[in-house]
DNA sequence: AGTGGTATTGACGCAAACGTAAAGGAACGT
DNA sequence: ACGTTCCTTTACGTTTGCGTCAATACCACT
């Protein structure tokens, strides 16, 4: 299985983190390795949150954002009493990411045009660059 | 023309910031307003310059990163000397960009997932209840 | 028993990105 | 002349997200 448990360096090593933020996301209770003896050991589960603690960051989100999305993805075992209020959270959530990417395509586009124009302008200098 | 100047709380009110923002990020070379005596009075310009801001805090950008970006688009005056360090900064921000969306689109894509299981779990309930 | 490697819990430090007074200038109406 | 409103600078305070010791503990060798 990859149910494989990992040490703290092994995690480190595996997704380029240091000792102290593993243990300052678990401190914020964004994640929640089994202790043995003293020692952390983290299971696949805390792999799967660490990713999305680590994507959720590369998007601007703060770390208490983030927590609230990780709770999104935590159900599934408990009671369906609160998924009404959760699933509404979700669907903004997704709205709110999908007017990112467009935003984010925008952007795209328009630093491409820039750079566009400034091959050309690279051109014309070279030109001038030989003709001299 | 749009060419019309804005106080700081004209801006503070169109782009939702507060003035010790704006004042800060003037302080940090990102926007550079008129003086008028005393008073600062942004120009479109300005205004262009902190729409990108915003939009970069929006994707976890640092200040200083973004920095770097409202250079690219602040050519097209100075010399050309150092503009293909610039050029090449350029294109690993976008390279770094799209990997973002695509990487956008998959955790879209998840999160969908996410979703349809949930409304799925939400009808077996609704079954229930009206068969009782 | 001593040495080395790895982990753990504090505790303090620090840069980024502002918030928040404090104190004062400039323009305006009355 | 006075108060009000808006702006200014200066400067200290705060939160977030970790970095960096320091002291301690566990385990494996030798």
């Given amino acids: 299985m990859t149910d494989q448990l990992m ?5 480190c090593d595996a997704f380029d983190v240091t000792a102290r933020t593993l243990r300052f996301y678990e401190q914020k209770e964004l994640i929640s390795p089994i202790r043995e003896g003293q020692k952390r050991l983290y299971t696949r589960k805390d792999r799967g949150r660490l990713k999305l603690i680590l994507r ?9 954002e983030i927590r609230q ?17 959760t699933y509404e959270i979700a669907q903004k959530h997704l709205a709110d990411l999908e ?30 660059d030989v003709s001299a």
């Fill in 7 to 11: 040490t703290i360096r092994e995690m």
């Fill in 56 to 64: 959720g960051k590369r998007f601007g989100f703060s770390l208490e």
């Fill in 69 to 85: 999305l990780l709770d999104l993805y935590s159900l599934g075992d408990g009671q369906t009493t609160q998924y009404l209020r």
């Fill in 99 to 128: 007017a990112r990417r467009d935003e984010l395509n925008d952007v795209i586009s328009d630093l491409k045009e820039q750079l566009q124009w400034g091959e050309q302008r690279l051109s014309q200098i070279n030109e001038k």
